[in-house]
């Protein structure tokens, strides 16, 4: 199978701390006064959506539950997103209903299909960054789309690959693939906060600038 969406087992090490500043930098962002720069969201991707206007910060209450093995990351992720509108299937059900096998779960089609099949609704796109670094315009479509779901009480379920860091300068690398669940955001969107299913040394979540997760969702793809 191509590798343009394709998350399935995961190998991971997390190094230590820097500073927040140095972390941004990383991600690309500036910091001016105390303020992250980051890119600007462009709302209005479907007809529910005009006049619609998120708020500049939110967080869902989600039940988290790590995953219990190397390739159960989909349907962990995935069960994660559902919880927040109150349903919680077991993940052995999820993983049947992922074509999830030792070799993980294919693709940010599955999950979407799985989500607004369970979640009862069309709400759930997919969305792909084909190229090995996202651009500025898909930057800011994960952005737009991360606010746009979250604020109508929908995470969002990305597969991601290679290394990432976090808003605390502490990298995250899943070699393999690997699938997380965004859960909130901050700042319009610039910062995203992560559920991850993984829960390597009991670090399940963590912030995240979007610049950073776009580049780490690059080469596969999401569910919002």
């Known amino acids: 199978m191509s590798n ?6 995961w190998l991971t090490t997390v190094t230590p701390p820097t500073t927040r500043r140095a972390a941004l930098a990383t991600a690309g962002l500036a910091v001016i006064g105390g303020t992250v720069a980051g890119p600007a969201v462009a709302l209005g991707a479907t007809p ?13 209450s989600v039940d ?14 995935t069960r994660i997103a559902l919880t927040a509108s109150g349903r919680a299937p077991s993940q052995d059900d999820l993983a049947a209903r992922l074509g999830t096998d030792v070799n993980g779960t294919d693709s940010a089609e599955d999950t ?24 500025p315009a898909e930057m800011d479509r994960l952005q737009a789309d991360v606010t746009r779901a979250v604020a109508r009480e929908h995470p969002v379920v990305v597969n991601v690959i290679g290394t990432a860091v976090d808003a ?29 299913p993984a829960d390597v040394n009991g670090d399940s979540s963590y912030w995240m600038s979007t610049i950073n997760l776009a580049n780490w969702v690059a080469s596969r793809g999401y569910s919002g």
Do not use: M, W
């Open 4 to 9: 343009l969406l394709r998350g399935a087992r």
């Open 48 to 60: 529910q959506d005009v006049g619609f206007r998120a708020p500049t910060a939110k967080e869902l």
């Open 64 to 77: 988290y539950q790590a995953q219990p093995n190397f390739y159960y990351c989909g349907p962990a992720a």
């Open 112 to 135: 979407t299909r799985v989500l607004n099949s369970l979640g009862r609704t069309d709400f759930y796109r997919t969305r792909s960054i084909p190229e090995d670094t996202a651009s």
């Open 168 to 196: 605390e300068g502490v990298a995250h690398s899943y070699a393999g693939g690997h699938y997380l669940t965004v859960v909130g955001y901050e700042d319009e969107g610039r910062t995203v906060k992560i559920a991850d």
